[in-house]
Each structure stands twice: as C-alpha cells, then as structure tokens.
C-alpha cells in the first residue's frame, strides 16, 4: 500500500513523500506527460532519468482507443512497454472524452461518445475506466469523473458533481475486486478521486468533504484552468486544499505555468502535470531563468552559446548552441525538437527541485517572492 510521509509544512505549502509499489515520489512534483506512453519529442524512458523525472503520467482514453488496453496488457504493461521502471499515472479519460469526442451522451451509468480517431461508437463508465486502467498496469490510476466547464450554470454544476461523487464510489469498489483478481498486473494500484465544482467554492468545500471519507490514496482537483482567470483558480484552490485529507497528496490536473505550479505549491499542492513544456519545446519556445527564448528568432542564426548558462539539462552541458538547434527546427530536423523537450521539461523538473529545497530549507515565502519576480520581470529576447 502507498504511505504518504508529510515531512514538512510552509503555511499550505507541503513537502512530502509518496512511497509506491513502483518506487517513491518526492513532493512536490511535476509529472511529466507521456500521452500514448510516450513524450512527444522523442524522449525515451532513459532520457527522461537523465532529467531527473519522477513520475510519467499517460493516458487512459487515447491508450484505449489506440492501440487498446488489452494490447498494452499483452505487452507487459505500461511499464514494460517503454522500459519504464518508475511510478505511472493514468489520467482516467474524463476530460478527453468531454473535450475530444464528438456525440456525448452522459448518463448515469457512463458516458457514450464516438472516438476522435475512427468515429466508432465506445462507452466508457467508472468500472470500464477502471477495467482499462488495470489492464494499463500503471501506479496511480484516476477515478472516473465528468469535467464540467468551469464557467458552467450552478444547477447543471451540482448534478455533474453530485454524479462524479457516485461515479468515485462505484470505480472504489471495482478497483478493489480487479486488485483481487489473478491475472492483474498491478495487484497494488492506487486510486485518486477527483474534486470538481466549476469555481463555485461552497459546491467544492462540501465535495471535497464528501469525498475525503472514501480513505482514498490520494485526491486531485480538477476542471480548473479551463476558462477560469488565474485569480479565481487559485482561489478556488486555496478554499478547497484545507477540505481534502492532510495526510495524503493533493493533485492539481493539467495545470499549468511555472508561475501556476508555484502558487499551488503555496496553497497545498503535491502533483502537477501539464503539457506546455513538451508542447512550447516543440515550437522552439525555450524556459530559461531570464525569460522564454524564442529560438527560432533570426538573432541566434550565429549565437554559439548554449539555451542557458549554467543549466543542467543534458542539451546545455554538452554545448550544443542556439545557432545549431535553431537551425534544425528551421530544417524540420527532429532532433532539434528532442533538444528543445528535453530542454524544457528539465527545467520544469529542476523548478520543482529548488521547490523541495526551499521548503527543506524553511524559506519557501522568500523563494515564491523571488521567483516570481524574476519570473514576471525575465524578457530573455528583449536583450
């Protein structure tokens, strides 16, 4: 079974540690999105060691609809498939069916659409999302809920969520009996429950207490950054954090920016995940501590310094300059788009470390303030 360990607090801030069947998690930290088991870029799992990435997080719907659940069981797993030996998260497939698909139908004992790929016509329910997700093998697989627009009317917000609270009890329940059975590959898969409600907060609160007496491994929020301002996600998430159980992770879905991550991690936040890092690298749009670098920029044509002085990733240690990796984007050369991933979601791995350290440390507040800062004020091509 899964211990969370809170070794240490800063406000809501946590640093903690997760131990799985799979290997522990050091928290804060940001997972790194592996899709169809896979980062687009063309990372492999030996890579994604090398940038110190903790956890890989993959994706039910698309995993199911291609190549299958039952073809990656037959595989070995998805741990097995990409030689991938550290924890797994499996989103449920919620959101892709409510953002993705086309002709939904909800009713209460799941959902039927039509896949994005062919049109076929697939149902996904809480023991089907689970059935798929144990056939996956991953380490953490998350409940099965309906992702509502977080500018949605308070009435259909309250049906949505009162039927995503059912829906948790019933993937509870059929995780326990798959766990059970024999031929199961991960006989110790873990299972968060998602806190939904839109930005309305009183709906939220009195969820996320509804929830927290299930004794789940651990607990997410979901359906923010999906309409919302900033100002009003982070208020939702500091009204709901203090609700969902102490003692155990606390997960914020799809979110976000360096700035967002670092202001979950002030209000109670333990896991993140979102694309932007692979995506931005894909488009030659670089992090760095000064600012994003637009490497496409006709200014690094000739620029024979590395994305960033002084970085860690394997792209800066070996030297290789903007001039080069700009040259292989602007000649669709693949291995640019690898350097400019691996690049990226280095640096979102190293952010989530100075995080660890600054709460090891007890100086959280000042860290939030100065990065922040130097976040807000960093224009790398305006020098």
């Known amino acids: 079974m899964a211990e969370y360990e809170l070794i240490k607090t800063e406000g809501q801030a946590n640093r903690g540690r997760f131990t799985t069947v799979h290997g522990v998690i050091e928290t804060p930290v940001f ?9 687009k870029g063309g990372l492999s799992a030996r890579d ?3 940038i110190k990435t903790q956890v890989m997080l993959c994706n039910t719907y698309h995993l199911h609809v291609r190549p299958g659940d039952e073809v990656v069981n037959k595989l070995g797993g998805l741990h097995k498939m990409p030689h991938w030996s550290h924890p797994i998260l499996t989103d449920s497939g919620g959101f892709q069916v409510f953002s993705l698909a086309d002709l939904r139908k909800i009713k209460e ?4 659409f039509n896949s ?6 697939l149902f996904i329910g809480p023991e089907q999302s689970m059935q798929i997700q144990s056939n996956l093998g991953s380490t953490i697989a998350m409940a099965f809920d309906e992702c509502p627009n977080a500018l949605s009317e308070r009435e259909y917000v309250e049906k949505s969520v009162a039927r995503t609270t059912r829906w948790l009890i019933r993937c509870k329940e059929e995780m326990k009996r798959l766990n059970g059975l024999e031929g199961t590959i991960n006989k110790d898969q873990l299972l968060f429950g998602i806190n939904q409600g839109a930005i309305f907060h009183d709906i939220r609160i009195e969820q996320a207490k509804e929830i927290a007496d299930l004794d789940l491994d651990g607990y997410a929020i979901g359906g923010l950054a999906v309409g919302e301002s900033a100002e009003e996600m982070y208020s ?3 009204d709901t954090t203090p609700f969902l159980p102490q003692n ?10 360096p700035e967002n991550i670092i202001e979950g991690v002030y209000r109670g936040i333990d896991f993140f995940d979102c694309v932007y890092p692979s995506r931005n690298g894909r488009h030659g749009n670089l992090y760095t501590n000064h600012g994003t670098l637009h490497i496409r920029n006709a200014k690094y044509e000739t620029d024979t310094r590395p994305i960033e002085e002084g970085c860690g990733c394997p792209v800066c240690r070996e030297g290789y300059s903007r001039g080069y990796i700009r040259h292989l984007l602007k000649a669709d050369e693949a291995l640019g788009l690898r350097f400019c991933v691996m690049h990226n979601l280095y640096f979102y791995n190293d952010l989530m470390r100075q995080i ?7 100086c959280f507040a000042e860290f939030r303030k100065n990065k922040l800062k130097e976040l807000r004020d960093a224009d790398y091509d305006a020098t």
């Open 248 to 257: 155990k992770p606390t997960y914020l879905m799809g979110v976000g920016t």
């Open 236 to 238: 939702v998430i500091e």
């Open 48 to 50: 994604l060691e090398s």
């Open 356 to 362: 660890r350290e600054a709460l090891d440390r007890g």
């Open 116 to 121: 994005h790929i062919d049109g076929r016509k």
């Open 109 to 112: 004992e799941g959902v039927y």
């Open 31 to 39: 997972m790194n999105v592996a899709t169809c088991a896979a980062i």
